[in-house]
């Protein structure tokens, strides 16, 4: 039996084909995915898992495609989404947060129930699973400044809890949790004022307004923060401001996003990015490493 068939009679209308990734990720563009399904229970991660591995199918996770560029060929084998895995608890001062569940909507109900520590996390626009992934964050603070554990499953389908002390981290770095999916994660918070965390909030969610091209698609930050400096200060003082490919312009909002301001495909922002990274090169000297991560063929 094929395996798409298998997929399909499992998942039924959780299970899509030639989906295209342009629905599924924030930069608006991208080529059909094969299969795209939405496991929800340990048991239909078990089953997808175990069917990649003995089919020897590529797999892919996504949360809200919030730091993917997929290419406009598109993606073969199986997508798996963890967007119907939604569900947050409180307890006390720890928030349980399945992997799907939105990062800002786990940063509201903390600031809500007057809990510190993921207020300055506020409208990061990816997911809890994402964010545990490549350890988001803003404004000085990070997801793993006040993660404790977070449940995973293995390619194999093997459940298990890491403990953030088992892991290395760093900036926008988490070793070896590419060998996992991040199910769900617990955060250990400190009771606080309701009223200064839900203005810090208010006041982050305005700088974003005001400082980032957020009414175009784009995918946040394209770079990481070279060490000493600004991503966003080393492009701009090159120049890039403005300079497009295509659909696909460096804002000029705030030179550190591509944003797709016409339909752009994603081999123009694979182009832009390439440009960029030249010029910067260039004239100043420093190699600037990709924050977001590209998926499939490119044509």
Not at 3 to 28: I, S, V, W
């Amino acid at each position: 039996m094929d395996y798409k068939q298998e997929l399909k009679n499992f998942f039924g209308d959780n299970c899509l084909f030639d989906e295209p990734m342009g629905a599924h990720t924030t930069y608006r563009t991208g080529g059909p995915a094969e299969a795209y399904v939405y496991p929800k229970t340990p048991e239909e991660w078990s089953f997808v898992l175990k069917l990649a591995q003995s089919e020897n199918i590529p797999l892919h996770i996504i949360g809200f495609g919030s730091n993917i560029l997929v290419g406009g060929k598109g993606i073969g084998g199986i997508v798996c989404s963890t967007k119907h895995m939604d569900s947050v608890l409180v307890e006390g001062e720890n928030i349980k947060a399945q992997a799907g569940a939105a990062l800002d909507k786990v940063c509201e109900l903390a600031c809500e129930e007057g809990l510190a520590g993921m207020e300055k996390l506020s409208g990061i626009p990816g997911s809890v699973g994402g964010a545990v992934y490549m350890n988001a964050g803003a404004f000085g603070q990070e997801t793993f400044d006040c993660l404790e554990y977070f449940d995973v499953i293995d390619f194999e389908g093997r459940p298990a809890t890491l403990l953030k002390e088992d892991l290395k981290y760093a900036y926008r770095k988490v070793e070896g949790i590419e060998n996992y999916i991040v199910l769900s994660a617990s955060f250990k918070l400190a009771k606080s004022d309701f009223t200064q965390l839900i203005q810090t909030r208010n006041s982050i969610l305005h700088k974003r307004i005001e400082k980032q091209p957020l009414e175009y698609p784009s995918a946040g930050s394209v770079f990481k923060r070279p060490e000493g400096d600004y991503a966003s200060r080393l492009i701009d003082d090159t120049g890039l401001r403005g300079l497009s490919v295509g659909g696909a312009k460096v804002s000029e909002k705030h030179a550190g996003f591509i944003i797709n301001f016409n339909r752009a495909t994603p081999e123009d922002v694979k182009t832009l990015m390439g440009e960029v990274r030249q010029k910067v090169k260039e004239k100043h000297g420093v190699e600037l490493e990709l924050e977001q991560i590209l998926w499939g063929e490119f044509n």
